[in-house]
C-alpha cells in the first residue's frame, strides 16, 4: 500500500502563495501518477492537477492553469503544488491521492487533506 502526508496549507490573502507538499511512503515504486483535487464547503471534491511519476507530464483544471504547478522530487517521494495568485474559489480542502499499478490492478490512496483559505 502507498500511505500519503499532506501539509502545507494556512490561511493567507488573496494575491499570496503558498505550496503543499505531499509525502508518499510504503510501496511508492508502484505509484503511476499523484494528483490534487480539492473540496469546497458544500462542493463535490474536484480535481485540480496531475503529475506522472516518471516523465514530465502534467494536467491541470483550466481555472488553475498559469497560476499553479505541480512537481515532484522522487529522490524524497514527494509531490508539491506551488500555488500562486491566490483567489478566495481557491478556498477548500486539498487532497492529495497516488494511483499505482499494481498486479494488474489501479488503486487510488487518499491523503487526510489540508486547509487552504483564502480570504478576499
Known amino acids: 500500500q502507498v500511505q500519503l502526508a499532506e501539509s502545507g496549507g494556512g490561511l493567507v490573502q488573496a494575491g499570496a502563495s503558498l505550496r503543499l507538499s505531499c509525502a508518499a511512503s510504503?510501496?511508492?515504486?508502484?505509484?503511476?501518477?499523484m494528483g490534487w483535487f480539492r473540496q469546497a464547503p458544500g462542493k463535490e471534491r474536484e480535481f485540480v492537477a496531475r503529475?506522472?511519476?516518471?516523465?514530465?507530464?502534467?494536467y491541470y483544471r483550466d481555472s488553475v492553469k498559469g497560476r499553479f504547478t505541480v512537481s515532484r522530487d522522487n529522490a524524497k517521494n514527494t509531490v508539491y503544488l506551488q500555488m500562486n495568485s491566490l483567489q478566495p474559489e481557491d478556498t477548500a480542502v486539498y487532497y492529495c491521492?497516488?494511483?499505482?499499478?499494481?498486479?494488474?490492478?489501479?488503486?487510488?490512496?487518499w491523503g487526510q487533506g489540508t486547509q487552504v483559505t483564502v480570504s478576499a
Open positions: 503529475i506522472w511519476w516518471s516523465g514530465d507530464n502534467t
Open positions: 491521492k497516488a494511483t499505482d499499478f499494481n498486479a494488474g490492478f489501479y488503486h487510488d490512496y
Open positions: 510504503g510501496r511508492t515504486y508502484t505509484i503511476d501518477t
